[in-house]
Structure formats: structure tokens, C-alpha cells
T-cell receptor, first 116, second 116 residues
Framework: AQSVTQPDIHITVSEGASLELRCNYS??????LFWYVQSPGQGLQLLLK??????LVQGIKGFEAEFKRSQSSFNLRKPSVHWSDAAEYFC??????????????FGKGTSLLVTP | ETGVTQSPTHLIKTRGQQVTLRCSSQ?????VSWYQQALGQGPQFIFQ???????GRGNFPPRFSGLQFPNYSSELNVNALELDDSALYLC???????????????FGNGTRLTVT
């Protein structure tokens, strides 16, 4: 079954530093991949998605992600982190797709802490 | 446009009781999904509804059931509550066109259920 793994449970970066959050997927064909962010007490907000085409995708809030088939990875990056980026980040893959929708398999998440 | 709204925001129940959680889909959306997010974990897919019928189900027992109404709002019902049912329950809506298409899921802020 399609699944994603987020190897890092916690990551701490200094404000202004660059960020890379790792995500590895398990799927034979081209997966539909997503990154979501969750602030404390909030729901999930979509940062970006990859379906096909250009392997570097741009998202909201200055985030980008690169799909690398050879490494089965879809890592999230940001060149300069702001204190407001502190949150939980989830990578997800679409499963069970049909004409009427699909489900998401989420990773366990990476908690990002931003220090001054 | 109105986003996905869930009620109540918090709920405390006793083991063995039954609970109903409610979700209003984002305007124009016709598909609703429910996810369970245990503390420190990623969300897990419970089920999805499209045109008032269950359209897919994750690995959850039958005591988890749902409804979708003609106005596309939805309910999640859980019978015979167990301590492990304590979690954040997230509702997500999207628009399915009837042809295979991945449209983003829009999540509500969730209902925090505590079972004692």
C-alpha cells in the first residue's frame, strides 16, 4: 500500500536559517504527494502538492518541495524560516482514488521549533 | 467563501457512551471525509462520503459510522466509546467532478474528543 515516512520527529532551526523536512514514499507508480502544516489547536492547511510534471513545486508561505523518483523522496524546503513557521508538518500520499474522491495516508509528522 | 466548520470544538465522554460529531462542508464541496488524529500521530482516514453514500473506508470498526446530508454537511457517530477513541477528529471537504481528479482537501479545525 502507498505510504510515506517522515524520518525526523523533531527539528530545530534558527530564525532566518534554511529548512529541509524529509519525506520518503513507498509506491510503484507516480504518487500524488502533499505537504500539510498544522498549527497548535488548528486543522491542516495545504502547503503544496505534486501530481505530475515539473518535479519542483512551489507552495504557499515561501515553501517548495522537490519530487525525486530515484530517491523516493518529496522533501519540503524553505530558504529562510520565520518564527511563525513553528508547527507540525505532515507529508501525505493519495490512496484509493476514484471518480468521487480519494483518501490520504499521512506520515507521523515532523515538529518544527524555531529559535531566535 | 465559508470554510469547513466542525462542532463541538471539545467534548468529554465516558467509556461506553455514544458521540456525534458534526461538520459543515466548504461551500460548493460535495465530498466529505473524516480523519482521526491521535496525540503525536498523523491523521488516519476513517471514511469518505459522496452523494450521501459511503465511498471508501479505512481500518476502523463498524461502531464508527457516518452520514452525509443533502446540503453536504456530515456527521460522524461513534458507539461504545473506548479510551483509545480519544483523539482529534478532523473533517475535510472537497469537490469531486465525477471524473478522476485530485482536488485538494480542505480541513476543519477538528473536534477534540476525550474519553474517560
Amino acid at each position: 500500500a502507498q505510504s510515506v515516512t517522515q524520518p525526523d520527529i523533531h527539528i530545530t532551526v534558527s530564525e532566518g536559517a534554511s529548512l529541509e523536512l524529509r519525506c520518503n514514499y513507498s509506491y510503484g507508480a507516480t504518487p500524488y504527494l502533499f505537504w500539510y502544516v498544522q498549527s497548535p489547536g488548528q486543522g491542516l492547511q495545504l502547503l503544496l502538492k505534486y501530481f505530475s510534471g515539473d518535479t519542483l513545486v512551489q507552495g504557499i508561505k515561501g515553501f517548495e518541495a522537490e519530487f525525486k523518483r530515484s530517491q523516493s523522496s518529496f522533501n519540503l524546503r524553505k530558504p529562510s524560516v520565520h518564527w511563525s513557521d513553528a508547527a507540525e508538518y505532515f507529508c501525505a500520499v493519495a490512496v484509493s482514488g476514484s471518480n468521487s474522491g480519494y483518501a490520504l495516508n499521512f506520515g507521523k509528522g515532523t515538529s518544527l521549533l524555531v529559535t531566535p | 467563501e465559508t470554510g469547513v466548520t466542525q462542532s463541538p470544538t471539545h467534548l468529554i465522554k465516558t467509556r461506553g457512551q455514544q458521540v456525534t460529531l458534526r461538520c459543515s462542508s466548504q461551500s460548493g464541496h460535495n465530498t466529505v471525509s473524516w480523519y482521526q488524529q491521535a496525540l503525536g500521530q498523523g491523521p488516519q482516514f476513517i471514511f469518505q462520503y459522496y452523494r450521501e453514500e459511503e465511498n471508501g473506508r479505512g481500518n476502523f470498526p463498524p461502531r464508527f459510522s457516518g452520514l452525509q446530508f443533502p446540503n453536504y454537511s456530515s456527521e460522524l457517530n461513534v458507539n461504545a466509546l473506548e479510551l483509545d477513541d480519544s483523539a482529534l477528529y478532523l473533517c475535510a471537504s472537497s469537490f469531486a467532478t465525477g471524473s478522476f481528479e485530485i482536488s485538494p482537501l480542505h480541513f476543519g479545525n477538528g473536534t477534540r474528543l476525550t474519553v474517560t
